[in-house]
């Protein structure tokens, strides 16, 4: 079974920082990629960062510049928010692809619990 656990948010002033971890744990095989996605009151989940087991990056365009994804230990990654905006306020959830049966090439997609991330003064 395999879980995403994230960490990290919580209520920050404008123009202030905060670092999100997610950790995957069980019986992973591989992982393709891990991403953060969020999702504010009355819209669509979209996609903040995303970034794959070779490193590439790719934003969501209203990041310009201010959030950086990156892994360190096995099977996590994080998301270092800075310059935080009102508009950044939004339950965050990690997302990862991944293969968690060697006997099958075919992997499967992944959430967590999310976390809240409050901007506000």
């Known amino acids: 079974q395999v879980q995403l656990v994230e960490s990290g948010g919580g209520l920050v002033q404008p123009g202030g920082s905060l670092r999100l971890s997610c950790t995957a744990s069980?019986?992973?095989?591989?992982?393709?990629?891990m991403a953060w996605y969020r999702q504010a009151p009355g819209k669509q989940r979209e996609l903040v960062a995303i970034r794959t087991s070779s490193g590439t990056t790719n934003y969501g365009d209203f990041v310009a510049g201010r959030f950086t994804i990156s892994s360190g230990a096995k099977n996590t990654v994080s998301l270092q928010m800075n310059s935080l905006k009102p508009e950044d306020t939004a339950v965050y959830y990690c997302f990862a692809n991944l293969r968690s049966n060697p006997a099958i090439i075919a992997s499967d997609d992944y959430w967590g619990q999310g976390t809240q991330v409050t901007v506000s003064s």
């Open positions: 069980g019986t992973i095989v591989t992982i393709s990629h």
